[in-house]
């Protein structure tokens, strides 16, 4: 009993296009199950029963191809998980590793404040406070001053010995003057 596709369409419940796509899928369908009566194509019995199991056969096809894809699936989301294990082990190694990287600067500064610290409290007991300095600044002066009084008496009494030597060997008596330098007659 063939069937024209207007007929299979309103038995199916399905539009001509969707029977014409389900006709065109498979294959050799059209050679095999089909002939043209007048201007209608037919379709013979057998025909019939496959485009009405089509929807059986796809999902009866598409059952291994699902097990498949499951288990590909499975296999992805395994090998996923051991990824992620790594990566979970990688993350802790790091975190693990910043941790001891913090604590040694912590460290560091804490030393580096220290030193400071003893550095500053060095150098306060090698820097003489102001009055220290200003006493040691007027000492300088004083020894300055008593360094120039010194060489000018020393230079005083050279003379006043070579006046002696000189006056020895003309043996006249030698008085010993204090203030012979010419300047002493212009105070």
């Keep these: ?30 050679s095999k199950h089909t002939y043209k009566v007048k201007n209608h194509l037919e379709i013979d019995n057998q025909g019939v029963k496959m485009l009405a199991n089509f929807d059986k056969q796809k999902r009866q096809e598409r059952q291994p191809n ?28 790091l975190q693990q590793a910043l941790d001891q990287q913090q604590k040694l600067q912590i460290a560091t500064v804490a030393e580096k404040r220290q030193l400071k610290e003893h550095v500053r409290k060095l150098s306060g007991l090698l820097e003489p406070s102001s ?4 006493q040691q600044s ?15 008496n ?9 006046v002696a030597d000189i006056d020895e060997k003309h ?6 003057k204090t203030n012979n330098s010419w300047w002493h007659f212009w105070k």
Excluded: Y
């Design 1 to 30: 009993m063939s069937k024209t596709i207007r007929q299979l369409s309103e038995e199916l419940k399905l539009s001509k296009q969707a029977i014409n796509q389900r006709i065109n899928s498979i294959n050799g369908f059209r």
């Design 171 to 176: 043996k006249k008596p030698f008085k010993n």
């Design 131 to 134: 009055s220290t300095k200003k």
């Design 154 to 162: 020393k230079n005083k009494n050279d003379k006043q010995n070579e």
């Design 66 to 93: 699902r097990q498949a894809e499951n288990d590909k699936d499975k296999n992805i989301d395994h090998i996923l998980l051991k990824q992620l294990d790594v990566k979970d082990q990688q993350i802790a190694k």
């Design 138 to 152: 007027n000492d300088k002066g004083d020894t300055l001053s008593n360094n120039v009084n010194a060489s000018h």
